[in-house]
T-cell receptor, first 116, second 113 residues
Framework: NAGVMQNPRHLVRRRGQEARLRCSPMKGHSHVYWYRQLPEEGLKFMVYLQKENIIDESGMPKERFSAEFPKEGPSILRIQQVVRGDSAAYFC??????????????FGPGTRLTVL | AQKVTQAQTEISVVEKEDVTLDCVYETRDTTYYLFWYKQPPSGELVFLIRRNSFDEQNEISGRYSWNFQKSTSSFNFTITASQVVDSAVYFCALETSGSRLTFGEGTQLTVNP
């Protein structure tokens, strides 16, 4: 059973470009979470999605960041017009179900974004 | 609001020593889960344990043990007879009804040979 997959593992962008980070949840998991880890810091929650729905985006920056989890395909975290401060490791996690069931979130290996 | 504090930023021990990583949490929810994750130098996050707020039994798994004390809002993690491969950043995390995880800042553990 494959774990959570993220690609690319490393992404380099110049300021002003767009970054697209992909996350394929574990088989059978329908809930996806994105977290960001800035250098030398802990992980911070960004957004929680189910298929075709954003459940909680309270951790997302108001501008330039968006996330989706379509009916088919991976979840995408999109960062438009990247700036140096966006350089971080972005982790995706998935769980089988919802808050009421309190399932453990399993993390992918992360995508390390570097903005030049 | 939820908060997790890991007061120890860095710990350095010599192999075979026991080491305890502290975690203190804050929440007003009565139902919650506590977690520990390991982040080795390769960068991935490895799930270690999940504990719910109604189960204060301590847990042991091999050289790892966890001490959950609701009275002090602490969920400490002890590694017995540490090994070089235990060197990593360890994160304590809290999950409440919102389903998001709130992480501490992490403790960098270095085990020297």
């Amino acid at each position: 059973n494959a774990g959570v997959m993220q690609n690319p593992r490393h992404l380099v962008r110049r300021r002003g470009q767009e970054a697209r980070l992909r996350c394929s949840p574990m088989k059978g998991h329908s809930h996806v979470y994105w977290y960001r880890q800035l250098p030398e810091e802990g992980l911070k929650f960004m957004v929680y999605l189910q298929k075709e729905n954003i459940i909680d985006e309270s951790g997302m920056p108001k501008e330039r960041f968006s996330a989706e989890f379509p009916k088919e395909g991976p979840s995408i975290l999109r960062i438009q017009q990247v700036v140096r401060g966006d350089s971080a490791a972005y982790f995706c996690a998935s769980s089988p179900c919802c808050a009421r069931v309190w399932d453990t979130q399993y993390f992918g290996p992360g995508t390390r974004l570097t903005v030049l | 609001a939820q908060k997790v504090t890991q007061a120890q930023t860095e710990i350095s021990v010599v192999e075979k020593e026991d080491v305890t990583l502290d975690c203190v949490y804050e929440t007003r929810d009565t139902t919650y889960y506590l977690f520990w994750y390991k982040q080795p130098p390769s960068g991935e996050l490895v799930f270690l344990i999940r504990r719910n707020s109604f189960d204060e039994q301590n847990e042991i798994s091999g050289r790892y043990s966890w001490n959950f004390q609701k009275s002090t809002s602490s969920f400490n993690f002890t590694i017995t007879a540490s090994q070089v491969v235990d060197s990593a950043v360890y994160f304590c995390a809290l999950e409440t009804s919102g389903s998001r995880l709130t992480f501490g800042e992490g403790t960098q553990l270095t085990v020297n040979p």
